[in-house]
């Protein structure tokens, strides 16, 4: 098989794949994707809402518009490891690497994995809190 080249976001699905490969049987490829996808959207909307915080546009009036967002990666991803590379092509690719390298990239997927899910979430948290009012209880005193 050819050396194919691979790119980071090879390294974040097959890291993906791996920690779903420990707990599932069969589904692991999909849930490999789904949670390349997670990280991709939720950098992607992160960015859109710090530039609509930070600039003052109205980029999303509603939840449903990150949707434009999530389903071309949705789109991407299936298509581009269920049609054009395969997760043994990555492994080989992989392989072919020095070992330090190798350690390397999976711990910056590790680390870009639970800082994109996390550090959204939380970014998303701190905003909402700043941009809303306080409940209507509060005032109950």
């Known amino acids: 098989m050819e050396n194919r080249k691979i790119y980071f976001i090879d390294v974040v699905y097959y890291n993906c794949y791996s920690f779903y490969r420990r707990y599932e049987k069969d589904l692991n490829e999909f849930s490999g994707q789904a949670l390349t996808v997670a990280c991709l959207s939720l ?30 990666i949705l789109l ?18 992989l392989r072919s690497k020095e070992q330090y390298k190798i350690k390397r990239l999976n711990f910056i997927a590790g680390i870009y994995i639970i800082i994109s899910l996390f550090g959204s979430i939380i970014l998303a948290i701190i905003l909402g809190e700043l941009n809303n009012p306080p409940p209507f209880w509060e005032t109950w005193n």
């Open 76 to 93: 991407f991803i299936v298509i581009r490891y269920n049609k054009h590379i395969n997760i043994v092509e990555i492994e080989d690719a």
């Open 43 to 72: 950098n992607g909307i992160a960015a859109l809402i710090s530039i609509q915080y930070f600039f003052n546009l109205l980029l999303f009036e509603n939840k449903w518009y990150t949707l434009f967002i999530s389903l071309p």
